[in-house]
């Protein structure tokens, strides 16, 4: 019923950018808080950042000051820009978003991933 779709991943060189970006489609009624997610080869998968429909933004503390996360509402579109890149942000990076859905209510969804490596 809904479809998170990331896109934008790749491999980037210790110092460059990336923007991801994750599109949601189906029956959405509303978007509540989207967020992007990360798993490392070996380690737990961790919130990067997160973005309410308001606009109120979250950033864990490895990537605050380099990565900036933002949406559009009218397009059910969510962005990470990426900045500063350094081999310890080489990881899956998942879209997550509470999305209420028309006549189901509301649903936890999760995209299938776009990888991210940042090696030289």
């Known amino acids: 019923q809904v479809r998170l779709v990331e896109s934008g991943g790749g491999l980037v060189q210790p110092g460059g950018s990336l923007r991801l970006s994750c599109a949601a489609s189906?029956?959405?009624?509303?978007?509540?808080?989207m967020g992007w997610y990360r798993q490392a080869p070996g380690k737990q998968r961790e919130l990067v950042a997160s973005?309410?429909?308001?606009?109120?933004?979250n950033y864990v503390d490895s990537v605050k000051g380099r990565f900036t996360i933002s949406r559009d509402n009218a397009k059910n579109t969510m962005y990470l820009q990426m900045n500063s890149l350094k081999p310890e942000d080489t990881a899956v990076y998942y879209c997550?978003?509470?999305?209420?859905?028309?006549?189901?209510?509301?649903?936890?969804?999760w995209g299938q991933g776009t990888l991210v490596t940042v090696s030289s």
């Open positions: 973005i309410t429909s308001g606009g109120s933004t």
């Open positions: 997550n978003a509470d999305v209420r859905v028309i006549v189901v209510g509301n649903l936890e969804v």
């Open positions: 189906g029956s959405i009624f509303s978007i509540n808080v």
